[in-house]
Every structure is written in C-alpha cells, then in structure tokens.
C-alpha cells in the first residue's frame, strides 16, 4: 500500500483523494489548516435561510493579507472543504485557444498541454462536480461526453437579457453550474445548500470517509509548515503543527501532494528552504510565487420602467452565460464571459421581512424590473507580480503573504470596453439611462492563479506536465496555482480535471 499526503482539503485535494482511493492502494494522510465543519445541519440552513449569511467569516483569509490591485477580501476558506463552501460552482471549461496564449497574442506563455489532453478529465470531472449543460453546445468540443445532468431552463429574467443580446447579435448559452440539476430545489440558500446539489469538497470528503474508512485520514487544524526532502529530489514527508496543541510534529509519506490553494502552496514550497533547495523547493530558476494572475470583475446594473409580467428572481445562482467575447478574436485585448438576469429591485423576501404590505409588494414588483450583468475577464500579467512570504505569522502559524502587482494596460483599456457593452445592452433592455450604474473590481483571492506554472523545463516553470515539482521524484502540486494562464472561463472544472488527471497518473 503506497502512503501518500495530501496537504489541503478544498476541491483538489478531495477529487484527486477519490481518484487514488478508487483506483489504487493507497493510504491517504489529508492535513487541513482550518477546522471541520458539519455537512447538512439543519439549524445552519435555517440561520442562513433567515438572513444570517456570516457563516462562513470565522474561516476567511488573514483581514493583514491585502493589497490594493490584488486584495483576498476574504475570498479564500480555510477549513475542511476549503473555499468551495462558499464557491458560485460555475463550471465552464477552458477553450483550446487558452491553451495557446502565447501562440496567439505574444502575451505569458502558452500550456505544455492541449485542450484535447484535457478533454477526456473535463468529461470526467463534470461528472464528478454533478454539472448541469447543454450537450449539444460544442463550443468548446465535448467529443460526444454528455454532462450528467441536462441544462437549468432559462428564467423569465433571462428572457429579458436574451432579447437584447439577440439585438446587438451576441451569442448566449445555458450556464454550466455544479448544482446536480435533479435535486436542486431552488431554496436559494446556496452557500449551504441543504440538499447537497451544489458541489462542496466538504460533502465530498465526508461520503470518502464512509466509503473508505480508514485508508483516508483527514487531520484537521494541522497546517503543513515544511516540507521535508532527503536529499535535492526525495521528500520524505512534511512538518505540521498541531494547532489544538501547538505542538509541531511530523509525518513520512512515499509521495506529497500539495493541494493547499494558489498563494499557500507557492508559499510552502519558498518556506521549505535547505541545502539543496536554498530558494524554496522547484525555485532554481525563480519562478515559485512569480506570475500571479486572477481575473478582473465588472457589473452593469439598470432600471427598466414597468413589470407587467411579474418577473422576479427565480434562482440563486445564474442560468444564462454568454461566450461570445471569449473567443479567439478577442484573447488578445483580454477574453471575457457575462451572465445576466432581471429582478425585482427588491427581493420578496426582504420585503416580507420588513412588514412590506401585499398591497405595496404588488405595486413595487410591478412598476419597475432591475437588470443586471456580470462578467469576468482574461487578466495578462505584468513582470512585478509575485507572491512572496510576508513577515510574522498568520493565525494557522503559517507565513504572512506578500502580493506584488502591477496593473496591464491592456486590461485597463479591455475592461473599459466590455463596461461600455454592458450599457448598450441594458439600454437595448429598456433600462433608463440614469438608471444604469456601472463597476469594477480588481482580481482578489478567489481565482488566483499561475504561482508554480506548468511548463516543460524548470527554465520557465515550477512543476511538469504531469504536476510534478522540476527536480524532485516524487512532489506534487495541484491548484489554480499550476495554471501557466487564467483563460476568462472560472477556473474550477479545468483543477478538477487536472486532479483526476494527476489521480490516474500516480496509481
Ligand atoms: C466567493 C467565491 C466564489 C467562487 N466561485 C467560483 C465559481 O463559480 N466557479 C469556479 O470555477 N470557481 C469559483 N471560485 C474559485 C474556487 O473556489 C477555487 O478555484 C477552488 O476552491 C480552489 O480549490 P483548491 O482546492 O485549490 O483550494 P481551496 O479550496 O482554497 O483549498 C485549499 C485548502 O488548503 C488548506 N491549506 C492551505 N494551506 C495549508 C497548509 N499549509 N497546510 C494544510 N492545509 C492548508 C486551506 O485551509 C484550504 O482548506 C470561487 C471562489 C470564491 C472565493
Ligand atoms: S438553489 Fe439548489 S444549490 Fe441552491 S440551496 Fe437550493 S437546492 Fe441547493
């Protein structure tokens, strides 16, 4: 039986944990930094179902760990599951011009593998993260793979958004979503669904511990502080420390797999310094922690006059995205995806918890519709950005983190752009003019990327195409962190497929 650790518990670690344990004999140590967390309570629902949405703030990122163009903002979880508890679970796959950045544009550099490497483990991890989609929509391929559960249907709130995009001629499609379409029941209370239809690495881990008993230890409150190797190519096992306690121990292990999320993994291979790896594991050619990348946000939102259908929200989650600019005419100002919907300005349910009469409910719904979009765009780096280890320790006695950016231009100029599109559409929606608000974020922690990017040669990467670490038999890292480019698409099912793809490489 071949003794392998896992250090972090989010959606890398537990798919790459169902992959090993089904096919291979494996026992599995998982070190979590953050504290268990009950899967399907009731009386957590029930808080949440009445407006407490704070469940999740004891397990956020470090409030110290900000910075102005690349702020956490509290994007990352750090407990059992990791930070898919509180995830949106779209799950669009990359396109295989991603694959290609630099090819294409001149900008990063391009992945030493294909979409067509990918596409058999895209197949397999939407089945695994229980995605719903359209089958027929093949672009990008699906070489005949039919999602496990068919499309959300649009709402009448999409309606509203489809008929203007078909008036500027911008394609759309059905949102591919981790909500396993048959049992999702539409509560809304998605960041803890009581049914388990959104994926959550949390409920994930949970049924692998009933299906494999002992073979998968989770050790939770037990940060991985050091990576231990004999010698410049073997690890051996890691440090931890037992937070409980505060007692540091250590465990050995055949194989490492780092799984720890895009800023804590770079960070635990600069803090295993030694001998024969003076810069931090993989880093000879100092690229651990180098090339950070995360995706810019912007919104539209406007006020059309007039709801004589009635229509308000009908999900919590978006069931309409359009791909149109992210295509390959557009990779070299910065690829982007939108979704949008319309709605009541405000919800019924805030209504009804103020004491909103029904009389004054009706005359709100019907006078005017709210409709917003969304979207996300292709962020290129510029040469600064770099995560590094900040000074003193975070609460899980790990290093602070350092974040150094700069901003592209072209993203600048691009997201400006993509705004303007956004207006154009709300108007051709009806929305008033002075109705119509307009925003932008920086990226922040939840789609952080590129920290130990893939890549043939340990010249220009930290880890190979199959996600070992340059230089060491038998270490491995797998999170956005490997990704050598973001795409615009979220960057979820391509990690999940990455893991069941590492999965079948090692047993
Ligand atoms: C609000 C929000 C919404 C999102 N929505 C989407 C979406 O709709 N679609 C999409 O594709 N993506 C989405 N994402 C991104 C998605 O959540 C991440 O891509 C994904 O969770 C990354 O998984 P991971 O396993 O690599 O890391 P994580 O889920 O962050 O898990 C890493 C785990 O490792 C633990 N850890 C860290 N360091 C150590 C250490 N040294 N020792 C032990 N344990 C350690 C952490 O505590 C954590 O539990 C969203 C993110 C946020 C914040
Ligand atoms: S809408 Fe679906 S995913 Fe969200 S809480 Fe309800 S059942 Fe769960």
Redesign the pocket.
Known sequence: MKSIIV????????VLARQLLANGDVQITM????PDFPPGNRRIWLDLLVGNDRIYEPFVDDPREENEYFGLRG??????????N??????PRFKPEDFELRSRTGYGVDWPIDYDDLAPYYAQAEILLGVTGDSDNDDPPRYGARYPFPATAFTLGDRVVIDALESHGISYGHMS?ARAGNRCITTGTCDYCPVNARYT?LFDLAQLQIEYGDKLTLRTE????RILMDGKNRTRGVE?LDLRTGAPGSMEAEAVIV????F??C??LLASTSEDWPVGIGNDSDHVGRHLIGHPVFFAAGVRPGNPDKIASELGFDSLISRHFDSPEYQHKGKMWFSGSAGMTTSLEEQIISNVSRPEMNASLTSELMVSLGGEMEQFESPENRVTLGRGTTR?G?PMTDIHVGVHEINLQTRQEHVQTFVEILKTAGCREDSIETGALNP????ASATCRMSRSDANGVVDPNLRVHGTDNLYV???AVFPSIAA?????T?AALAVRLGEYLV
Do not use: Q
């Open positions: 250090v972090g518990s989010g959606v890398a670690g537990a070190f979590e930094a953050g994007s990352r979880l750090f407990m059992t599951g990791g930070t898919t509180h995830w949106g679970g779209l799950t979503i690495a037990s940060p991985v502080t931890f799984c720890a999320g895009t804590e993994s960070k635990l899980h790990l922040d922690g939840a789609h797998c999170s956005n698409a979220n960057p979820t099912l990690l």
